[in-house]
């Protein structure tokens, strides 16, 4: 079945250093991959979505690239900062197989020090 | 503001009690679904609803029912709560496969 997978944290960064949260997935179909952000205290807000292969999707400084050939959607940020501190969810909606249902990955905290 | 409205914003329930979690919608979006998140477990889909007037079962469905009888509403029961229902419930909706989900703000349970 499908599934998505996350690197493990949490990750603590200081400001302004370049931060890579890893995910890679498995599907049966063509799946679209979307990072959502959750702020403490908060529910799931989407940060940025890719709907096929080499797709890049981007927001707030935000950056993934649906790579198809290695089945991933790392997020990626070049400078971070306090208020990036969150928890960071991988997910992919598979229309043909989940009917656009999400499958989420365990999720990755991030921790930003000044 | 168009969005998903969940009630309550947390409760504390006795075990044994039945709870109906609310969510309303105003994006007339057909698929609702109803997720549990607990700590390193990441989010998990407990029942889901593709169009008004049918439901499905996620993941971990048993203790729980939904009901859609309108675009709109889609209440997520526990009948009879037990401790490891403890956990932050979160409703979305679906506005096409494309798009991504749009999420409440949560409800946080604790059955004692």
């Known amino acids: 079945g499908n599934s998505v997978t996350q690197m493990e944290g949490p990750v603590t960064l200081s400001e302004e250093a370049f931060l890579t949260i890893n995910c890679t997935y498995t599907?049966?179909?063509?799946?679209?991959l979307f990072w959502y952000v959750q702020y403490p205290g908060e529910g799931l807000q989407l940060l940025l979505k890719a709907t096929k292969a080499d797709d890049k999707g981007s927001n707030k400084g935000f950056e993934a690239t649906y790579r198809k050939e290695t089945t991933s959607f790392h997020l990626e940020k070049g400078s971070v900062q306090v208020s990036d501190s969150a928890v960071y969810f991988c997910a992919l909606s598979d229309p043909y197989n989940q009917g656009g249902k999400l499958i989420f990955g365990q999720g990755t905290e991030l921790s930003v020090k000044p | 503001i168009a969005g998903i409205t969940q009630a309550p914003t947390s409760q504390i329930l006795a075990a044994g009690r039945r709870m109906t979690l609310r969510c309303t919608q105003d994006m007339r979006h057909n698929a609702m679904y109803w997720y549990r998140q607990d700590l390193g477990l990441g989010l998990r889909l407990i029942h889901y609803s593709n169009t008004a007037g049918t439901t499905g079962k996620g993941e971990v469905p048993d203790g729980y029912s939904v009901s859609r009888a309108n675009t709109d509403d889609f209440p997520l029961t526990l009948a009879s709560a037990v401790p490891s229902q403890t956990s932050v419930y979160f409703c979305?909706?679906?506005?096409?496969?494309?798009?991504?989900?749009?999420f409440g703000s949560g409800t946080r349970l604790t059955v004692v």
């Open positions: 599907a049966t179909g063509y799946p679209s």
């Open positions: 979305a909706s679906l506005m096409g496969s494309h798009y991504g989900y749009t």
